[in-house]
């Protein structure tokens, strides 16, 4: 079992409106894991993984791919990472499929029977060719979710993955997340949603220091 | 939802070839666009009704239209460019696309300039392909037109990428427009100079060589720095959102 962690964050600092609000934050993410991160509203919590992304550039500290500085090696980073946000990344115009096939075309080259799989198994077989702002909020957050179905990524960052997911769907991505840990990926996800994994790691995040 | 089958996780080798991934970025762009054919049309009209209104504002004389017809087309299509910028960015920002496309493992500023040729494309071009009509309204000559249409081609480019990198600069504020404005008009200034300069001197005659020579310097000079620009830009951007 690999057991070198593919993300290090050492001495997390980042400052926000004059307000220091990741401090001395140390953790590292190996592969195989679930780690929640958790604090309250205001606490950092989309600050920590927009930094962990590499959309967030304003942060001191260091960052460790694989063992060496991320910025050293930030295509494969990227290419090893898929973070989903806030905002879903679906274009409201185009329909699942175009949007899907847009998300991945960056990505890695997938065939629309798999593409189409994957929205059925989200719940949206027969939306396939709707336009998403026909859809409703639920139904666009799957289309987001759909890509975890496809990705093939080691490290995955989810920001509030169940936002607008009913019962049946919180039950369906707890699972998914389960078993991708299984399978060897590492997984970091934040929510306000009472998440109960066994074997979880958790991030507390809150009075401005951080914790493993 | 299961993925039952799925191989074990292993790291990504490879990736998708930059191309294809620029390929990606313009196709969906131009798909957008088709779907919200107002915005296409928009600054096509603006440049209609700028040019319409010229001759009934000031003097629909021959003359005069003859003497400043170039430049009121120039003045009118870069007002028409920059009306248009403030989408170049906006939407994706909004709807999340552009968080992701900043995430792509491919270098940004080659997705960017993706971007901003689908722009020109979609809102440059009409223009240049519309100007020999607006030029017949306002009595140019048929030498005349033709210089303009080469100016407008090689300069309508340069207004899209040199407005990227106003737009990704923006990005995160809310009142954008005007600020826009401010930061991209004065760059914007020496294209329209070395365009309506290059009409004016052929229809006096000159030789433009030397005219289109400084444009197409112009056109490579964009090219080749702005998307670096915006690609820089849109981080700083993102980083404060």
Known sequence: MMSEPLLQAVDLECERDERLLLQNLSFSIVPGTLTRVEGENGSGKTTLLRILAGLNDAWTGELLWCGKPRAHDRESFHRNTLYLGHRPGIKPLLTPMENLRALMAGRRPVNDDVLAQALAGTGLAGYENVPCRNLSAGQQRRVALARLLVADEPLWLLDEVFTAIDAEGVKAIEALLQQRAAEGGAVLVTTHHDLQVPGMRRIVLGGGRGNE | ?241
């Open chain 2, 1 to 241: 939802m299961n993925s039952a089958g799925r191989a074990l996780v292993k790291p990504v080798e490879q990736g998708v070839g930059v191309f294809s991934a620029m390929l990606a970025v313009f196709a969906r762009d131009v798909r957008v666009a088709f779907r919200q054919r107002q915005d296409l049309l928009n600054p096509l009209l603006f440049f209609v009704m700028v040019v319409t209104l010229f001759p009934l504002g000031v003097s629909p004389e021959v003359s005069f239209l003859q003497q400043s017809g170039a430049g009121i087309l120039w003045v009118a299509a870069l007002l028409a460019v920059l009306l248009s910028l403030d989408h170049l960015f906006r939407h994706d920002f909004d709807d999340g696309t552009l968080e992701q496309l900043v995430l792509q493992p491919q270098p940004l500023f080659l997705l960017i300039l993706a971007k901003t040729l689908a722009h020109w494309m979609l809102t440059g071009l009409p223009l240049v392909i519309l100007s020999p009509v607006l030029g017949v309204m306002v009595h140019l000559d048929g030498n005349s037109i033709a210089i303009l249409c080469l100016t407008l081609l090689i300069g309508t480019p340069v207004l899209s990428l040199i407005g990227s990198i106003g737009a990704a600069l923006t990005l995160g504020l809310r009142s954008a427009g005007v600020l826009l404005s401010l930061l991209i008009i004065p760059l914007y200034i020496p294209v329209l100079i070395f365009g309506t300069g290059t009409v004016a001197a052929a229809a006096e005659g000159a030789p433009v060589g030397g005219y289109l020579a400084l444009m197409g310097a112009f056109l490579v000079l964009a090219l080749t720095l702005a998307p670096f620009a915006s690609a820089a830009a849109l981080r700083i951007s993102m980083s404060n959102s």
